[in-house]
């Protein structure tokens, strides 16, 4: 609220472009940063503003253009080099060493000595000015080891003070946070630009923004929107200018269940590691969606009814018959033999969108066709041996249906790697050879559902379907889904993003810690409602015990 | 605990540096690879070597390398499914000697057999091991030589096995068709069939999976394990196939055979052709011309008379070389 009166300049940023192989990711940005602001930068994925903070705490270099600090022009080579111009970077890793205190690692490196050995009680006395100072009540005697996120955050800002830091980035500093302790995180950077230390504030928490920053800058595409106080920006205002659209397009229309459509999962009492008694059911053609904050159990509830994950009890049907809670034979042999995994699920007819495309769905190195064929190739070959053809063919439609349009070339062609690619040439095949990493993240992300698609399940779970993934591939995703629901599969639609599940979702079940903590449907549906529910702020019943 | 690997492997994967090699020049060099050293090696071996470039040196190398191409065959498989097998000079001595032992009192065609089968049996252990108990292959696989080696020294006594009394048993690598021994058609036909297994069939598919992304493999249905666990027993009983071919070829055997220099030999063959150790790449033809390279480098030392000692260095020489490409390639895909 208190809107600072003009500030001098602390930083400067002239005509600033930066790409990457090929693709630009920033054109000719220019801004100025106040000493003591709280500056926000804002933009979809990839609009670059993670790569402007970047370029403020030297992790890279830009291709042109000019960076002033205190009005005199720098240029750095490294993160040192920006840290002894007082510009620090917090990443969204933090990098906590488990087996020092929490008042080690603020010191880590800078440490008071005596004769070459650690000044403990001078390290003490110092960390606890530095933390008065700061404002928090932080013990530094605790254990890097089981710091909660928060904290570790705070350890990373001390860190920074300690460094005399006058400007520190924070890139996303609240996307793993809960509430209360985005709300006490927030408090410390208001406490921090009281100060006088700048804040550069990268998030995609509009509303974070609207209540912290002084300043929004918003980018698109790479290129600066505008600068703008942020007394003057609604969170509608800025959405509208990193679209540069109108919203209310994003979703396509839902289309009602059938009243009689079969259950096609059913999960009675499910348990497993992080899951406690969870049951639910997903009907032929419903998007069901799964909310509840990162950590309350969605993935594991997840992994756990596509048998990834060790089952310990209850049980999951299928259309196609039980499929069966505990791994048959008994427990003994199963720790050792493997136990059905999530071939079984497949063969069920379940399968999942994982969490992490990168980690769990593609084999990067390996070509655009055989990821997509991957769960499929039993249909695609005799004998074992792979019918080539039919495959390719297989694969051109998948991608096809998924709206990937696979590039024609070989990799090292310039820009088509990130974009779409171009069609046309006879150079199919060529394409589909491309390591799938070619692709841009979005298509990535497509040849998943083109890998479903070809496998043609009735259930699919899909964990994070539109995580990372630019404003036009998540439409593309969003109709994907719900076509997909209206030819008669079961989805259950795991998501961060309220929107996102209130927009596709016929109902949703909220999870809070490792249990079904609330369901709505129709109108009862509001982010207020699921947001409540997976705070368990609203009337949460007595806890059961475990 | 998977969980923890994950996030880990996500944050390092997140803070890769901007810093990377430049693209086009070596996924180029990467995909042709081995190829044009083989090449040069061999056109400079041909100008500077009279009996180099002669039908019956080219032949004398493709049978001396007959037993370690037909390990690395396998072995290609197994890298590229995400393992590794360092057990296979052992197997190759025991396979040797137990065919050998037997030969004297039974019949050449059961001596082969059972060779062969006690390297099939060492390689479900060694795939049991790796995966049903979740240990490492590399450590797994070494435990496991020092337990076959010495298995083979109980079978010999720690003698030299010699079945000069047995000429029958010299016909599985000694006959001639074709002008070209057996030992040679024997490893045409296991290379030629284990590189349509990887590259034509669903379980090739399923090797390169597992060892690209094990998780996205499972998920999508590969059962991962069991994928692993069949390139061992492949690598084990092609081990042995080596073994006793060469114990056929020279009619005696001893436990000794082998030992590590095969199990480098092997490696460095399928490393330098481009095979990559970490899994999910690699190709068949690598592997061949990796360790006809290898044996070009051997063949040229002995035509031109070089001091053989500096053979062992220039190789893992190269084979470090080969092991730094690879590791620099993955840095720029990543």
């Known amino acids: ?546 | 605990m998977d969980q923890q690997d994950l996030t880990q492997a996500k944050a390092t994967a997140g803070r890769l540096p901007a810093l990377r090699p430049p693209a086009g020049a070596a996924t180029g060099l990467r995909r042709a690879g081995i190829l044009y050293p083989f090449l040069i090696l061999f056109i400079v071996l041909s100008v500077w070597s009279a009996p180099f470039f002669t039908k019956v040196n080219l032949l004398d190398i493709l049978d001396q390398q007959a037993s370690t191409l037909i390990i690395a065959a396998a072995g290609t498989l197994v890298l590229v499914a995400g393992g590794i097998d360092l057990s296979v000079g052992a197997v190759y001595a025991l396979a040797g000697v137990t065919a050998a032992h037997l030969a004297l009192f039974t019949s050449p065609g059961v001596a082969i057999v059972a060779g062969v089968a006690v390297g099939l049996g060492v390689g479900l252990v060694n795939g049991v091991i790796v995966t049903a108990f979740r240990i490492n292959a590399l450590i797994a696989t070494l435990a496991m030589s020092f337990v076959v080696s010495g298995l083979a020294s109980l079978v010999t006594g720690g003698n030299l096995v010699i079945d000069y009394s047995r000429p029958g048993f010299a016909d599985l690598a000694r006959t001639s068709f074709l002008t070209v021994n057996t030992s040679t058609w024997t490893m045409l036909a296991v290379v030629v069939a284990l590189a349509v297994v990887l590259s034509r069939t669903t379980a090739g598919r399923y090797m390169y999976a597992s060892g690209s992304n094990a998780e996205a493999a499972r998920l999508s249905g590969v059962r991962v394990q069991l994928i692993k666990l069949t390139t061992f027993v492949i690598s084990g009983g092609a081990a042995a196939l080596g073994g006793v071919i060469d114990a056929s070829r020279v009619l005696s055997a001893q436990a000794s055979n082998g030992e590590t220099t095969l199990t480098f030999t092997v490696l460095a063959g399928i490393v330098v052709g481009g095979t990559s150790i970490l899994g999910g790449e690699g190709a068949m033809w690598r592997t061949v011309v990796g360790v006809l390279f290898i044996a070009l480098i051997g063949n040229g030392f002995d035509l031109l008379g070089l001091n053989p000692l500096y053979e062992q260095i220039a190789l893992g020489g190269i084979l470090l070389i080969a092991v730094g490409l690879d590791a620099w390639s993955r840095l720029r895909q990543a």
């Open chain 1, 1 to 546: 609220m208190p809107q600072p009166a003009a500030k001098d300049t602390h930083v400067e940023l002239v005509d600033i472009s930066r790409s990457f192989g090929g693709v630009r990711a920033l054109d000719e940005v220019s801004l100025t940063i106040g000493r003591g602001s709280i500056h926000a930068l804002v933009g979809e994925n990839g609009a670059g503003k993670s790569t402007l903070g970047k370029i403020l705490a030297g992790v890279i270099a830009p291709d042109r253009g000019q960076l002033l600090i205190d009005g005199e022009p720098v240029t750095f080579h490294s993160p040192r080099e920006a840290i002894v111009r007082g510009i620090v970077l917090i990443a969204q890793e933090l990098s906590i060493a488990p087996a020092l205190s929490v008042a080690e690692n603020v010191f880590l490196g800078t440490e008071p000595r005596r004769a070459g050995f650690v000044a403990r009680r001078a390290l003490r006395r110092r960390y606890d000015e530095l933390a008065a100072a700061a404002g928090f009540e932080l013990s530094g005697d605790l254990p890097g080891r089981g710091l909660r996120t928060a904290d570790q955050q705070k350890v990373e800002i001390l860190r920074a003070l300690c460094r005399n830091a006058r400007l520190i980035v924070m890139d996303e500093p609240t996307a793993a946070l809960s509430r209360p302790d985005a709300d006490r995180l927030h408090q410390v950077i208001r406490r921090l630009a009281a100060g006088g230390t700048t804040v550069v504030l990268v998030s995609h928490f509009l509303r974070e923004v609207a209540e912290l920053a002084d300043q929004v800058t918003i980018l698109r595409d790479g290129r600066l929107v505008r600068t703008a106080p942020a007394a003057d920006e609604t969170e509608e205002t800025m959405l509208n200018s990193m679209l540069g659209r109108s919203l209310g397009t994003t979703f396509p229309a839902r289309r009602p269940v059938r009243p009689d459509a079969p259950v096609v999962l059913e999960a009675r009492g499910l348990s497993a590691p992080g899951v406690h008694g969870v049951s639910l059911d997903v009907r032929a053609g419903e998007i069901v969606g799964l909310a509840g904050l990162v950590g309350s159990g969605r993935s594991e509830l997840a992994r756990a009814l596509c048998r990834a994950q060790r089952v310990t009890a209850g049980t999951v049907t299928t259309a196609s018959g039980p499929l069966a809670g505990r791994p048959p034979g008994g427990r003994r042999l199963a720790a050792v033999l493997p136990g059905p995994g999530p071939w079984a699920a497949l063969r069920a007819g379940v399968a999942m969108i994982p969490e992490s495309r990168k980690e769990q769905g593609l084999m990067l190195g390996r070509p655009i066709a055989e990821n997509v064929s991957l769960a499929s190739l039993a249909r695609l070959s005799d004998l074992g041996l792979v019918r080539r053809r039919a495959e390719r063919q297989a694969v051109t439609r998948a991608l096809g249906q998924v709206g990937v349009r696979v590039p024609a070339q070989r990799p090292g062609g310039g820009a088509w790697a990130r974009r779409h690619g171009r069609p046309g040439q006879q150079g199919r095949p060529l394409g589909l050879a491309a390591p799938v990493s070619t692709l841009s993240g979005g298509n990535q992300q497509k040849a998943l559902f083109a890998r479903i698609l070809l496998r043609g399940p009735r259930v699919l779970v899909a964990d994070e379907p539109t995580r990372g993934v630019d404003v036009g591939a998540k439409r593309a995703i969003y109709e994907l889904l719900t076509s997909l629901a209206a030819e008669g599969l079961g989805v259950l639609l795991i998501s961060s993003d309220a929107e996102e599940i209130l927009g596709l979702a016929h109902r949703v079940l909220v999870m809070r810690a490792g249990r079904i903590a609330a369901e709505f449907r129709g109108e009862a549906m509001t982010e207020a409602a699921i947001l409540g529910a997976a705070f368990g702020a609203a009337d949460a019943g007595p806890e059961r015990g475990a």
